[in-house]
């Protein structure tokens, strides 16, 4: 096919008159493509799926049916706007009784999101100018970035790397970079090294924003998902809402990936402006679905069963996983366990080298019918989320015996 006019006409910022006509494939089409295969070489085999990055369940029955009352009301059925008092009476009681931040002002100091990931694309318009700097970490979720190049800012790499417990170094940028800096991204419990934050990291991040005048974005998507102690809020961090703001989800802690629903909060400033590029960009999400999402943030006792469910099947992973020679260690929350992928696999049947993390993954899929997502941003690791499918304790337990059996034939090397 020729190409038309049409072609001369993409923005640079998605390859201008190239756009369509890389050949690249990149890792998740990989990992499809891999599970395809191997499927079609081994028809009815049973492929245990630990690449998901979202939950095996649907959201609580009581949701559901908090939706369905909700969508039955005249009054929720037009444009939402920003919303109405409903999600954010309940973002501002859920900050205080999850999150220990107290004191949120519902009115100014939360607006809702049509889940994270579009709250991440829009946040990018408030802050950055052309030739402005963002730091993200990275391995990361990189949603922010990606929207901040197409306002012509760049991104500046802080990697997480193990013997930093995954915490980024913010004594590595230097002086250079800092000056062009306007927004720092953070993401804990992390996507996808499952670390988590602590509150002298946190203090150490608000004098760093005010130090070198910095936005603190804090993406807490798997905050409530811990499994041991309490969630972490940056908001919690004395000073933390004079320079930043927190964007909290159902998605992950509700089982509400597809209802698309959260909420941003903290510096009432910041808000607004999110809540202004919003106001500009969609009418907000509908109300029905806000309403329900306000029930479950008050039921936190719903994220409670839903982490247990995660921890039981993490200490089963771990434990399977350090049996075969893996350092996995377990973490505090999310879903993922994230550890370093092998050099190389020895057995029976053959010697298999391993190049980086990618190589192992597509190796784990071809051989041995099990999907994870390799990692080879700051060292080479896979990711293993316990979100796979099985429905319930005995069905876990068999996937993980299946998991162990598969890899049993082979010894590790590191
Ligand atoms: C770190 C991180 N942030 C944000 C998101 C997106 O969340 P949401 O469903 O609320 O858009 C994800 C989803 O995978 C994530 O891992």
């Known amino acids: 096919m020729s190409d038309s006019y049409l072609q001369d006409l993409f923005a ?111 946040l990018p318009a408030a802050l950055v100018n052309p030739g402005d700097c963002v730091l993200m970490t990275t391995p990361g979720y990189p949603v922010f970035g990606t929207h901040a190049k197409y306002y012509g800012g760049t991104v500046h790499p802080l990697p997480l790397l193990e013997a930093n417990g995954f915490l980024p170094d913010l004594d590595s940028v230097s002086a250079d970079v800092l000056r062009k800096c306007k927004a720092l991204v953070l993401n804990y419990p ?61 998605s992950k802690s509700f089982n509400m990936t597809g209802w698309r629903c959260g909420f941003v909060a903290g510096n009432a400033r910041l808000v607004r402006a999110y809540a202004d590029i919003k106001d500009n960009s969609d009418s907000g999400q509908f109300l029905a679905i806000q309403h329900a999402t306000a029930h479950a943030f008050d039921h936190p006792q719903i994220t409670e069963k839903i982490a247990a469910k995660y921890l039981r099947r993490m200490s089963g992973l771990v434990d399977m996983l350090k049996e075969r020679g893996f350092a996995a260690v377990k973490p505090k929350g999310s879903f993922f366990l994230y550890v370093k992928a092998p050099k190389s696999a020895r057995g029976k049947s053959g010697h298999w080298k391993f190049e980086n993390a990618e190589a192992c993954s597509q190796w784990l899929i071809t051989e041995k019918f099990i999907s994870t997502v390799p990692w080879d941003d700051a060292g080479a690791y896979l990711r293993w989320s316990v979100t796979f499918s099985a429905r319930d304790a005995a069905d876990e337990q068999r996937v993980l015996n299946e998991i162990r059996a598969r890899l049993s034939d082979v010894t590790f090397e590191f």
């Open 12 to 122: 640079d910022r998605i390859g201008g008159k190239n756009y369509g006509k890389s050949t690249a494939i990149y890792k998740f089409e990989k990992i499809k493509r891999a599970k395809r295969a191997a499927l079609a070489a081994n028809p009815g085999a049973e492929i245990l799926d630990l690449g998901v990055g979202e939950p095996d369940e649907m959201a609580f029955p009581e949701v559901v049916a908090k939706l369905s009352e909700e969508a039955g009301k005249p009054e929720n059925r037009g444009y939402a706007d920003n919303g109405d008092d409903v999600l954010k009476q309940a973002a501002a009681r859920y900050m205080d009784r999850v999150c220990a931040v107290r004191g949120i002002d519902p009115e100014t100091e939360v607006v809702h999101s049509i889940g994270s990931k579009a709250a991440l694309s829009i």
């Open 190 to 250: 992390n996507n996808p090294t499952g670390a988590s934050a602590t509150p002298e990291f946190f203090a150490k991040v608000v004098e760093f924003a005010v130090k070198h005048r910095i936005v603190v974005i804090h993406d807490a998507a798997y905050a409530a998902l811990v499994f041991e102690g309490k969630s972490l809020s940056f908001l919690a961090t004395p000073g933390a809402k004079d320079v930043g703001i927190e964007l909290h989800s159902a």
